[in-house]
């Protein structure tokens, strides 16, 4: 296909691994003008700010986790993600900051009590399909991958490294497509799921080589015996005993791709920012003179709102 046939980008963002790293990484003498510290808005907005300066998108969306302990996965498994501290009010206020900030730049922001930032992506990358865009998933979690389909890209915007669905096995040891299955046998400790027990990542590989998916797998459990891979036997027996939760795990571990997007314009296309609304938020969260600039720089601003105007 050449250049001109390739569909446009739709941006793809996983704002929690920002907000989070800048909370760890950014000093806490940040603090808006009620006390409360935004060590995590500042660093999430210097991030976004490179993006947006960087990358000029016209078609963009940004997926916050709502569903911290009210998700369907929890529904069908309650010991989900339990192994994690809920979120502090510092930080929760600062989440809530990083999307009125997004709101005021014109940005489409996804948020759903049921539904996760990844199930959020993957609603609007598979909505995106019919416009035609291709996704740009910005984000370093391997769970986004599977995701990917022709022309589409993850990029770890921290270290700078981009991949598409073929690269996934060189990272992965698994193609794409395998990537549910591939977490559902051998576990994700990020999310407190254990996998089928006895299955590490590299045996989950070799037996998503051979089999190819987990179906295949557990129709075909005899065979596992006869594979050149230690312990083999004894993995067929974890499986049989197993199945019914390697398949609850597979639900886990897939990204839905019917989460509502009721709130997302067409094409998720960025829209006008709202000055009044980005001045009111640079006086709460005490943006110092280039932050706001390049701000209203972002939103396409010709003059600064009022508000902001004796700081510019």
């Not at 022709?150 to 040891?173: E, F, I, M, P, T």
């Not at 110092?288 to 902001?308: F, I, N, Y």
Request: some cysteine; overall charge negative.
């Amino acid at each position: 296909m050449n250049a001109a046939a390739v569909p446009q980008p739709l941006y793809l963002i996983d704002a929690s691994i920002y907000i989070f790293r800048a909370w760890h990484s950014m000093p806490d003498d940040f603090q808006d003008s009620q006390g409360w510290p935004v060590n995590a808005v500042h660093g999430f907005s210097r991030f976004l700010l490179d993006l947006l300066e960087r990358e000029r998108p016209r078609h963009i969306a940004v997926a916050f986790d709502e569903a911290l302990d009210s998700g369907f996965r929890h529904q069908l498994y309650p010991a989900y993600k339990a192994n994690r501290d809920p979120a502090p009010e510092e930080l929760r206020r600062q989440f809530a900051h990083c999307k009125a900030l997004c709101a005021a730049l014109g940005l489409n922001v996804l948020g759903d009590r049921a539904y996760e930032a990844d199930d959020l992506i993957g609603s609007a990358l598979h909505a995106a399909r019919a416009h035609p865009l291709r996704g740009v998933i910005i984000s370093a979690d391997k769970d986004l991958s599977q995701l990917l389909g022709d022309h589409d890209q993850q990029w770890d915007y921290a270290r700078n490294q981009r991949w598409d669905a073929a690269g996934v096995k060189a990272r992965h040891g698994v193609h794409a497509h395998q990537i549910a299955d591939y977490l559902a046998l051998c576990g994700d400790a990020v999310d407190n799921i254990p996998g089928v027990s006895g299955i590490g990542a590299k045996s989950a590989a070799v037996l998503l080589a051979h089999f190819g998916s987990l179906d295949t797998l557990l129709e075909r459990i005899d065979e596992v015996p006869f594979l050149r891979l230690r312990g083999a036997a004894t993995m067929a027996t974890r499986l049989r005993e197993q199945r019914e939760q390697a398949l609850l795990f597979r639900q886990l571990t897939t990204i839905a791709v019917d989460a509502p997007l009721a709130t997302a314009q067409p094409g998720f296309l960025r829209t006008q920012a709202d000055a009044d609304m980005l001045g009111g938020l640079c006086e709460a969260l005490r943006f110092g003179p280039m932050t706001r600039r390049r701000l209203l720089a972002a939103a396409g601003l010709e003059s600064p709102p009022a508000s902001v105007n004796e700081f510019a």
